[in-house]
């Protein structure tokens, strides 16, 4: 068993920055794919960062370049540097892990074992 714990949501302006932070605990021996996942009202699921056991990364077409996954040195706390930020990128977010080796935006969300609670990101116009 993994808990995944978010923070560092908020509300910000059209072209500000945010940090989401996710702490792992539990069973965090076992490498996997770790990921960020959106969901807005009315909408998808969508994936927008993923990072696999080699540290290798990838992004929905949606962030690219403007968002970066990253883990800290203990690989126990998983990070989500927002900038640019769009309206359309208010949503509640969610840190995700699941089996390592398929690791990319085409990976259906249902697929991941382990999921926080959300974090809520605010971008006004």
């Known amino acids: 068993q993994v808990q995944l714990v978010e923070s560092g949501g908020g509300s910000v302006q059209t072209g500000g920055s945010l940090r989401l932070s996710c702490a792992a605990s539990?069973?965090?021996?076992?490498?996997?794919?770790m990921a960020w996942f959106r969901q807005a009202p009315g909408k998808e699921r969508e994936g927008v960062g993923f990072i696999e056991t080699d540290g290798s990364t990838s992004y929905a077409d949606s962030v690219k370049g403007r968002f970066a996954i990253s883990q800290g040195n203990s690989k126990n706390i998983l990070y989500l540097e927002m900038n640019s930020l769009k309206p359309e990128d208010s949503a509640m977010y969610y840190c995700?892990?699941?089996?390592?080796?398929?690791?990319?935006?085409?990976?259906?969300?249902?697929?991941?074992?382990?999921w926080g609670q959300g974090t809520q990101v605010t971008v006004s116009s």
């Open positions: 539990g069973n965090t021996d076992i490498s996997y794919c």
């Open positions: 995700a892990a699941g089996w390592s080796g398929y690791c990319d935006p085409m990976r259906p969300w249902d697929s991941f074992d382990y």
